[in-house]
């Protein structure tokens, strides 16, 4: 999906001769932490509502602390998942939309940035979760998605992240339906560190079914 996708034309803008009061105005009728100004169409900066608090005079205009706009933008033939980084980078409630002219297109809000992610993880598709743990040199895609195939399943989405401290690796799962027990199992039979699971049923793998029942007999 593509940024100029997601723009929410419901966002106003600024003009660098709006006041400062009116900015605040906007900021709080709007829920936004941020708003764009523009001149001639073309994109600015984004102004915050910290440095619109900070204004010495609301009759001000924002033109007279024009050094604090943030020029934080992605362009309009972009992954959405940049405007997610920028959104992060800067702390922004809203991420700017630009064409190759710099002219403001319009605004991706977090809240739809947000749904985009949902969706682009597929948490509206039914299914389980498992979590993996393991070092770098232990992943394999093709290893990971042969054992969840192997059980008649598909992995829907998978998604990685490294631990700063231990550089392990974290691997979250999105399989394609609830009844994962099996799935799990199998895993743990390939040695490899299970964290964390949801689905349907309780777990309970096939090793320690055995084993108790390896118990009971011996207690006969």
Not at 12 to 24: C, E, F, T, Y
Not at 90 to 114: C, M, R
Not at 174 to 181: C, D, F, G, R, T
Not at 191 to 197: A, E, F, M, S
């Amino acid at each position: 999906m593509l940024t100029v996708e997601l723009i929410n034309n419901n966002i106003p803008r600024l003009k660098l001769q709006d006041s400062v009061g009116k900015a605040l105005q906007l900021v709080n009728d709007f829920r936004v932490t941020h708003l764009p100004v523009v001149a001639d169409d073309k994109f600015l900066g984004l102004i915050s509502e910290e440095d619109l608090l900070d204004a010495e005079e609301e009759k001000m205009p924002i033109q007279l602390i024009q050094e604090n706009f943030i020029y934080a933008a992605v362009k309009d033939n972009e992954h959405f998942l940049n405007a997610v980084n920028c959104s992060n980078q800067f702390d922004t409630s809203v991420v700017p939309v630009v064409n190759e002219e710099n002219e403001l297109a319009g605004v991706i809000t977090t809240t739809d940035l947000l749904k985009a992610l949902g969706n682009f993880a597929g948490t509206n598709e039914i299914g389980g979760i498992i979590v993996l743990e393991m070092e770098r040199s232990q992943f394999a895609i093709s290893e990971i998605s042969r054992i969840v195939e192997s059980n008649d399943a598909t992995v829907l989405h998978l998604n990685t992240t490294v631990h700063p401290e231990t550089g392990m690796l974290t691997v979250t799962l999105h399989i394609n339906k609830k009844e994962i027990a099996a799935i799990v199992a199998t895993f743990e039979r390939y040695d490899y560190d299970v964290i964390y699971y949801f689905g349907n049923e309780n777990f309970e793998n096939e090793i320690h079914t055995n084993y108790r029942h390896l118990m009971n007999y011996l207690d006969i």
